[in-house]
């Protein structure tokens, strides 16, 4: 048996850049393509707008991204109607957001409960016209997990999507 899997090893494609012969690489995506149609002229897809972590110490994790990496850390901000406290790092092309629990039921305490040394919890990605893209999403089938969208760190309107129906990532979008 360990025969058979080192030698299936050793032929998988792009492990081993001595194989002589090429092979076409297949690359897949958890999700259907096809039962989820691109975004329609009514709405567009922005860029990344940041990657939200949380985290079990913010103090400890402002100090590390300013002091060790020196970024550009920003102050904290409770958002009780999120359950958080949020700290943005100001990376250049994008920002983290450094995500902490207002109490015990917010929903970053279940994640740090689960993950006691955080972990990445969401992406964020702006939209241009966030209503019309609730609309079209919900036609789609993909679950919005609010009814209505909820003014986010940003002081813009926001919605989160359903980690199932995203290839098992927590998906943000904001209103730009």
């Known amino acids: 048996m360990a025969r058979v899997l080192k030698a299936a090893i050793a032929s998988a494609v792009g492990l081993f850049p001595r194989l002589q012969t090429p092979v076409p690489t297949v690359r897949t995506f958890s999700m259907s393509l096809s039962s989820h149609q691109v975004a329609g002229p009514v709405w567009n897809l922005g860029r990344l ?3 939200a972590v949380a985290v079990p110490d913010l103090e400890k994790a402002k100090a590390f991204y300013k002091n060790v990496l020196g970024a550009q850390v920003g102050e904290t901000v409770p958002l009780p109607e999120h359950g958080v406290s949020v700290v943005f ?9 450094l995500l902490h629990p207002l109490g015990n039921d917010s929903p970053v305490a279940g994640f740090l409960q689960k993950n006691k040394a955080g972990g990445m919890h969401h992406i964020c990605i702006e939209v241009d016209n966030i209503n019309a893209a609730v609309m079209d999403l919900k036609e789609k089938k993909i679950r919005i997990l609010s009814e209505e969208a909820k003014i986010g760190a940003h002081g813009k309107p926001v919605i989160f999507l359903h980690p199932k129906d995203c290839g098992g990532i927590l998906v943000e979008l904001e209103q730009v």
Do not use: D, P
Not at 89 to 97: C, D
């Open 49 to 51: 707008n940041h990657v």
């Open 89 to 97: 790092v100001n990376l250049g092309n994008t920002k983290m957001e």
